[in-house]
C-alpha cells in the first residue's frame, strides 16, 4: 500500500487546513489509519486516528475539539480537517495506515507500518 498526503499550505492563527491521504496498491475495509505530526526539532507524535470497519476515532488531547479525522470508503482516503489553528500546530503531517481486522483506534506509532511522505502545514500569526 501507498499512501499520499496533501493538502499542506501556510494559514493565519485561526485558519483552517483540510489533508488528505490516497491510498494505492490496496483498499481499506476493516483497518485503520491515522495522522501524526513532527515539528522541527521535535519527535513524530500522535494526532487521530480512526476504523474503517465502524469508523471509531481517537485524537490527542491537544487538537480535540479542532481536528476532525474521517474516511472515505469510495475513495479510499482518510482527510483531516484542521480548524482553529494555532502556531503549535505547525509542523509536518504524515498520514499512516494499519492493515488488518482492527476495531479500535490507536494511538501507538508502533501500530502503523505503511506511511505517506508527509505534507508541511505552517500556521503563522
Known amino acids: 500500500v501507498q499512501l499520499q498526503a496533501s493538502g499542506g499550505g501556510w494559514v493565519q492563527v485561526g485558519g483552517s487546513l483540510r489533508l488528505s491521504c490516497s491510498a494505492s496498491?490496496?483498499?481499506?475495509?476493516?483497518?485503520?489509519s491515522a495522522w501524526f505530526r513532527q515539528a522541527p526539532g521535535k519527535e513524530r507524535e500522535f494526532v487521530a486516528a480512526?476504523?474503517?470497519?465502524?469508523?471509531?476515532?481517537f485524537y490527542a488531547d491537544s487538537v480535540k475539539g479542532r481536528f476532525t479525522i474521517s474516511r472515505d470508503k469510495g475513495k479510499n482516503a482518510v482527510f483531516l480537517e484542521m480548524n482553529n489553528l494555532k502556531t503549535e500546530d505547525t509542523a509536518t503531517y504524515y498520514c499512516?495506515?494499519?492493515?488488518?481486522?482492527?476495531?479500535?483506534?490507536?494511538?501507538?506509532?508502533?501500530?502503523?507500518?505503511?506511511w505517506g511522505q508527509g505534507t508541511l502545514v505552517t500556521v503563522s500569526s
Open positions: 499512516a495506515a494499519d492493515r488488518g481486522v482492527r476495531t479500535r483506534a490507536r494511538p501507538d506509532r508502533q501500530d502503523y507500518h505503511y
Open positions: 496498491g490496496g483498499t481499506f475495509n476493516s483497518d485503520r
Open positions: 480512526i476504523t474503517w470497519l465502524s469508523g471509531s476515532t
